[in-house]
C-alpha cells in the first residue's frame, strides 16, 4: 500500500512538473519575455559631440501590451524616444512619451525617424558594447547589448 | 586704317577675354535628367557674395565654390541623429562618385549653431566624417546671407537663457550648387538614394566636362 502510494505521489509530482514547465514554455509568467529586441546600435560620433543617438527594433510577441517606461545605460544619461519631424519645413526633435507597443507590433527605431537621445557620459568608439536596461510598466527589466557602429 | 582695324582687333581681343574670364565653364544642369536630384532649371540663380568662416579659421565664400560641383547641408555638431546620418550619407555618396569625377564634387556643411559650433569643434567633426569635407559658420546676420537664398530655415530651441543643450530645428535638404555658384537643385538624402545621388553627379560633371 506504501508502495503504491509513493509510486502515485512521484507520477503526480512528475506529472505537475511537466504541466508546470510546458505552461513556461507557452505562456512566460514575465512580460519581458514578449518584448524582442533587434539590431539595436548606436551611431558613433566624435568626443567633441557629447549627445548620440541609438536605434533598434522593438517587437511585442505576446498577447498583451507591453508599456516601455524607461531606458537607462551606465554609460549614458538623460535617455528620451525622440523622433524627427517635420514642422514648419523644418526637420524638428519632438519627445515621445508614451511607449506602448501593442501584440504583434513592431516599432522601429532607425535614422531619420524615432531614435533614442542619450548624451554620452564618456567618449564611444566604433565596436564597442553598450549595456542598456528597459524597464517596463509591470515593474520588470529587461538588458539589451548595443553596438557602437561608425 | 590700319591703327583703326588694329584699335577694333584689340578691343575684339579685351571682349574676349572679359568674356572669357566672366563666363564660367558651362554647368547647364537642366539638360541632365536626373533621378534623385531636384534641379530647379530656369529657377537655378547666382548666389548672393557671403562671407563665412572655415574649419581651418579660413574665410570661406563664393569662390570656393566657383569651378566644382558643390553639396550644401546645414546643422549643427550637436545634433544625434539627421546631421550625422546626412554627413555619413555624403561620404557614402562621394565614396560612390567614380574617381575620375571625384574632385569635381565638394561637401560643405554649414553650422548653424555658431554658439557652440566653434572652428575648432567643427574641424574634429570633419575628420570624423572625411577630411576632404569643409564645415563653416558665421554670426547670424552674415550666415542669413547664405541661407536665404538657399531657401534654409533654423531655429534654435533654447528651454532657458543658459540652456546650453538645446538643439536647433534646421532644413533637413542638401543644396546642390553648381560650378558658376548658382543654386541649381535640392534633395532630400536617405540611405536608400545614396546610389542614385551619386549617379546624377556623375551624369552632372561628366555632362559639363563634355560641354
Given at each position: 500500500m506504501n508502495k503504491n502510494y509513493s509510486f502515485v505521489f512521484v507520477r503526480t509530482t512528475l506529472m505537475v512538473t511537466r504541466i508546470f514547465l510546458t505552461m513556461m514554455i507557452l505562456?512566460?509568467?514575465?512580460?519581458?519575455?514578449?518584448l524582442v529586441i533587434a539590431n539595436a546600435w548606436i551611431k558613433n560620433l566624435p568626443p567633441t559631440v557629447p549627445v548620440r543617438a541609438a536605434y533598434m527594433n522593438m517587437s511585442n510577441t505576446g498577447q498583451e501590451a507591453v508599456c516601455i517606461v524607461s531606458f537607462s545605460s551606465e554609460?549614458?544619461?538623460?535617455?528620451a524616444l525622440h523622433e524627427t519631424v517635420m514642422n514648419d519645413g523644418m526637420m524638428h526633435m519632438q519627445q515621445v512619451t508614451d511607449l506602448t507597443i501593442a501584440p504583434n507590433q513592431q516599432i522601429i527605431l532607425e535614422p531619420g525617424g524615432m531614435h533614442l537621445m542619450m548624451r554620452a557620459n564618456e567618449p564611444t568608439r566604433p565596436g564597442e558594447s553598450v549595456q542598456m536596461t528597459i524597464k517596463l510598466s509591470d515593474g520588470s527589466h529587461q538588458s539589451l547589448m548595443m553596438t557602437v557602429k561608425k | 586704317m590700319r591703327i583703326v582695324l588694329a584699335q577694333i582687333f584689340s578691343l575684339l581681343i579685351l571682349v574676349y577675354s572679359v568674356i572669357g574670364h566672366s563666363?564660367?565653364?558651362?554647368?547647364?544642369?537642366?539638360l541632365v535628367e536626373t533621378e534623385v536630384i531636384t534641379l530647379l532649371g530656369s529657377e537655378t540663380r547666382t548666389l548672393p557674395k557671403f562671407e563665412l568662416i572655415d574649419h581651418h579659421q579660413k574665410t570661406f565664400g563664393k569662390d570656393r565654390l566657383r569651378g566644382k560641383w558643390n553639396l550644401m547641408f546645414f546643422g549643427f555638431?550637436?545634433?544625434?541623429?539627421v546631421c550625422p546620418t546626412t554627413l555619413s550619407e555624403m561620404n557614402s555618396i562621394v565614396n560612390q562618385i567614380p574617381a575620375r569625377v571625384r574632385d569635381e564634387v565638394k561637401v560643405y556643411f554649414v553650422s548653424v549653431d555658431p554658439e557652440r559650433d566653434k572652428p575648432e569643434l567643427l574641424a574634429a567633426y570633419m575628420s570624423y566624417f572625411n577630411p576632404d569635407f569643409t564645415a563653416a559658420t558665421a554670426d547670424l546676420d552674415k550666415l542669413k546671407i547664405l541661407t536665404s537664398a538657399l531657401g534654409v530655415s533654423h531655429k534654435t530651441r533654447k528651454?532657458?537663457?543658459?540652456?546650453?543643450a538645446y538643439t536647433v530645428d534646421h532644413s533637413g535638404y542638401v543644396v546642390l550648387i553648381d560650378?558658376?555658384?548658382?543654386?541649381a537643385g535640392l534633395f532630400f538624402s536617405d540611405r536608400d538614394s545614396v546610389d542614385a545621388v551619386a549617379r546624377d553627379l556623375s551624369n552632372l560633371v561628366t555632362q559639363n566636362s563634355d560641354e
Open positions: 505562456f512566460p509568467l514575465a512580460s519581458q519575455a514578449d554609460k549614458f544619461s538623460n535617455i | 563666363v564660367p565653364v558651362a554647368a547647364n544642369s537642366s555638431t550637436n545634433c544625434p541623429d528651454k532657458s537663457e543658459g540652456d546650453l560650378p558658376n555658384v548658382q543654386y
